[in-house]
């Protein structure tokens, strides 16, 4: 806690924060404590070593046996606890988008209410370069980006830097990159500081107008998920893209 501004900071920074399973659920509960503590008035995302999150970590995900599709639901249901945690929260939520927010990583800052981001921040949902469909990651574009932008995204895996990102409204606000997580804390401050059941009443009716379509995407991405890692195809791409990021 930092005043009333509770503080959530992912610390791999040698794998540029790429998330685990583990990780997912420890965030959840996180989150979910500082949506009911009265002491917290708004909640900071951010990421150590001067990057946001990676996505995936892929040494998890190339391991999933092709017949086990429990595993792969699993998964998926762990993305779906970190995610409905963020969106569910009555505290307003900030991200601090330093360096690469990404695949997975890049669909959870797109939750946050506001996005604080630099001209060299790099963001965007490369997934199918590793052999993931993205299902989650179309829902948690659309609505920022339309069916173009998104197709674009989802199909291509580019990244874009934090000026177009601002531009396509992926970010909210672009400062120096040595201000980028003070200005989340002073959002996250002012946001603190507004009157708490206007903010969250806001915040709930903004929710539900994407409920219907979030819970379509989730039990989608789970039949999807179990179909592509049955093929094997998944876990071949990510250990060659592994392979590759070792050399």
């Known amino acids: 806690m930092d005043g009333r501004i509770g503080v959530i900071r992912l610390n791999r920074p040698k794998k540029l924060n790429a998330w685990d ?11 979910t404590d500082l949506a009911t503590d009265d002491a917290c008035g708004a909640i900071v995302l951010a990421g150590a070593g001067g ?42 939520v900030v991200a601090a988008v330093e360096g690469v927010a990404a695949g997975s990583g890049f669909q959870w800052v797109l939750l946050a209410d506001i996005r604080v981001g630099h001209a060299a921040t790099r963001m965007g949902q490369p997934e199918v370069l590793s052999g993931i469909p993205s299902i989650t990651g ?23 830097d934090g000026q177009e990102a601002h531009r396509l409204g992926l970010l909210t ?9 003070e200005t989340a804390m002073a959002e996250a401050k002012r946001l603190a500081g507004l009157p708490a059941v206007a903010v969250r ?46 050399r």
């Open 21 to 31: 399973m583990s990780m997912r659920a420890e965030l959840t509960r996180h989150i």
């Open 51 to 92: 990057n946001f999150c990676a996505g995936q970590d892929l040494n998890e995900t190339a391991g999933f046996a092709p017949e086990d599709g429990e595993s792969a639901e699993a998964w998926i249901a762990s993305f779906d606890s970190v995610y409905a945690a963020t969106r569910n929260s009555p505290k307003p």
């Open 138 to 160: 179309v829902w948690a574009m659309w609505s920022v980006l339309g069916r173009a932008k998104a197709t674009e995204f989802a199909l291509t895996g580019r990244l874009v």
């Open 173 to 181: 606000r672009v400062v120096e990159q040595d201000q980028v997580f």
């Open 201 to 246: 009443t806001t915040k709930d009716w903004i929710r539900r107008l994407e409920q219907p379509a979030y819970e379509e995407a989730v039990a989608w991405a789970k039949a999807v998920h179990r179909e592509s890692n049955a093929t094997g195809e998944p876990q071949q791409e990510m250990r060659r893209f592994l392979a590759g990021a070792r």
